[in-house]
């Protein structure tokens, strides 16, 4: 008998005596009010839209003396910000994007549809975007200000 076939043996047991107490299934309602308060619970949330703008500014190598990283283009980067949704032009050369959602609070977290690890974390706050970009182990600091 294999290890796992062993713990599996040992735990119905103790599974079915979990489930011996289920004997009733719950009664479905009819109730109006519960299935409109059941609605408004599941219903999404309206995206935050006062953050909505574009962002411009540079950005800056955050020294690391264990690693080589490369230093930023020294051209202005943007973040467009459109009901809720960010969207940063990270390569313009290459049309990289990292996208994310913003908080009602401001706070965003934009990251590479295919790579987790190249992303853009920050908050959004009286017309600035202050935060921190991360391509594998290297990092740099982010500012910008909304333009007009």
């Not at 059941?38 to 690391?64: E, I």
């Not at 590479?112 to 391509?135: C, K, M």
Request: glycine content about 8%; proline content about 6%.
């Amino acid at each position: 008998m294999t290890p796992r076939t062993l713990v599996l043996a040992l735990l119905a047991p103790c599974l079915l005596a979990a489930c011996a107490n289920e004997t009733t299934i719950p009664e479905a309602t009819d109730n109006a009010a519960a299935r409109t308060a059941n609605a408004s619970a599941s219903k999404p949330s309206a995206p935050v839209t006062g953050f909505d703008g574009v962002y411009a500014g540079r950005l800056t190598l955050n020294p690391d003396r264990t690693r080589a990283c490369r230093q930023p283009a020294p051209e202005d980067r943007t973040i467009t910000v459109r009901q809720g949704r960010a969207s940063f032009l990270i390569e313009p050369s290459v049309q990289h994007v990292l996208t994310g959602a913003v908080g009602t609070s401001g706070d965003v977290r934009m990251s590479d549809s295919l790579d987790r690890t190249i992303a853009t974390t920050g908050v959004f706050d009286n017309g600035r975007f202050q935060g921190e970009h991360r391509n594998g182990l290297c990092s740099y600091t982010v500012l910008m200000n909304k333009r007009d």
